[in-house]
């Protein structure tokens, strides 16, 4: 499969395309109030639709990547792969939930209304982050002892067959049928 582009693997992870919604929300709302021009509601419901297929296509290549990374494992190792933490999108959050309110207070309500639009989709996703990745921690505590009993009590053994001898060069040319022997150089027979 195809990796998606750069620019649709930045405006695909979760929480960059959750900012954008709200951007996109806010810029719409700000039309219907009559403050934006009715041409940068159009963009943005454009680019919205850009990014709900930009996630779409993430999504998709988040799956079949896990499935191809985790080829003769169990599930449990895809869904680890699939569900990871993720640690930088939580960073950001944080940051922007740092970040907004020391913003200077704007005289414009629409630029306002984008400011605690972000802040509070960053704060939803934040908090929604922290408890799935608390959750799939201690599920996995749960049942890591359920694993290694698991584990230990499966018996493992090699059987080896024994190994079968080549013939010698010899033993092998002189066996070759007259057609395939002819194609071979003349050689003394004692050089083999």
């Known amino acids: 499969m195809?990796?998606?582009s750069a620019l649709a693997r930045i405006t695909g992870t979760p929480f960059i395309a959750l900012v954008l919604f709200g951007v996109y929300a806010a810029v719409v709302f700000g039309c219907s109030q009559g403050q934006i021009p009715v041409w940068m509601a159009a963009?943005?419901?454009m680019f919205a639709i850009a990014t709900g297929?930009?996630?779409i296509e993430v999504r998709h290549y988040r799956r079949w990547m896990a499935r191809w990374e985790t080829m003769g494992g169990g599930?449990?190792?895809m869904e680890a792969r699939l569900h990871r933490t993720p640690w930088l999108?939580?960073?950001m959050a944080t940051a922007l939930l740092v970040f907004i309110p020391t913003r200077p207070v704007s005289s414009d309500e629409t630029v306002m209304m984008g400011y605690v639009l972000v802040w509070l989709l960053s704060a939803v996703y934040l908090v929604v982050a922290l408890f799935r990745a608390l959750l799939r921690r201690r599920r996995r505590n749960a049942d890591e002892p359920e694993r290694q009993a698991e584990a230990k009590a499966e018996p493992v053994e090699f059987l080896v067959g024994r190994a079968s001898s080549s013939p010698s060069v010899h033993d092998a040319t002189r066996n070759l049928p007259d057609y395939a022997a002819a194609m071979l150089?003349?050689?003394?027979?004692?050089t083999f």
Request: net charge negative; glycine share 0%.
């Open 2 to 4: 195809k990796p998606p």
């Open 43 to 45: 963009f943005a419901i």
């Open 53 to 55: 297929n930009s996630v």
């Open 75 to 77: 599930p449990e190792d």
């Open 89 to 91: 999108s939580m960073l």
């Open 185 to 190: 150089p003349n050689r003394r027979d004692d």
